[in-house]
């Protein structure tokens, strides 16, 4: 049973991370998009300068330029849309509290960080001549769901299909992720055509928070029970 944490067990790196990213949203051009009467969207010069500024460049990042090297952390704190920040942090608060209170708060930082870096590096060196800039914490946030296959394989989410007229069902965690990773798949061959749509950076995400969690948590750190409904809700 995974109980709520109290005091120091509260998942403070989430709160952070996803405090974080609202800020840097609401700071950049992005936020304003077909928000404001009279406005509009945001100037296109403003919001491409800014995702060139703080995203990644694949073909910069290929090539090893120092300053790209960095690219991938500050591209995680950007979002590109509303719906790209609230999907993204939705995932994080769902899964992030759990992932954060079974490794530590300091592990659980540097886990994020560290999974989205090699996710976004991942897409570049598949795609090293591409020059579509790539922003958004997916990549981590995927890291998160695969640590959380391999930690909680027996937690149950509440989910929302389409194809189940969106009906509220509870379903083992492990399928609703393996799903997840099923619709990634076939969705990264689409890279090839429109390397802005980074699901690549998902799967490899995905999979390196996965054996991260295998190789670090093997030896006992798995939950085997099935966690508590409040904890692993989620409407995906």
Not at 93 to 111: D, I, K, P, S, Y
Not at 113 to 123: P, S
Not at 154 to 169: D, N
């Amino acid at each position: 049973m995974i109980k709520k944490g109290t005091g120091s067990d509260r998942p403070v790196i989430t709160y952070t991370l996803i405090g974080l990213s609202v800020a840097v949203f609401l700071l950049g051009p992005a936020s304003a998009t077909g928000l404001l009467p009279g406005v509009g969207n945001a100037p296109a010069a403003a919001q491409t300068a800014h995702f060139e500024r703080w995203g990644v460049i694949p073909s910069e990042l290929a090539a090893g330029r120092p300053h790209a090297l960095l690219s991938p952390l500050t591209a995680l704190f950007v979002h590109g849309s509303w719906i790209h920040l609230l999907g993204n942090m939705l995932f994080l608060h769902v899964f992030g509290r759990m992932t954060e209170r079974r490794m530590g708060h300091l592990q659980f930082a540097a886990f994020y960080l560290a999974t989205g870096w090699i996710a976004l590096v991942g897409f570049a060196v598949a795609h090293p001549g591409s020059q579509q800039t790539l922003v958004g914490a997916s990549g981590a946030v995927s890291g998160i769901l695969g640590a959380f296959l391999f930690l909680f394989p027996r937690a149950r989410v509440t989910s929302l299909f389409p194809f189940l007229l969106f009906l509220p069902l509870r379903f083992p965690a492990w399928l609703v992720l393996v799903f997840w990773f099923a619709l990634q798949w076939p969705a990264a061959h689409t890279d090839r055509a429109q390397p802005g749509v980074a699901y690549l950076a998902h799967l490899v995400g995905f999979c390196a928070g996965f054996l991260y969690a295998w190789v670090r948590h093997c030896g006992g750190s798995r939950v085997n029970g099935a966690a508590r409904a409040t904890e692993g809700d989620s409407q995906p």
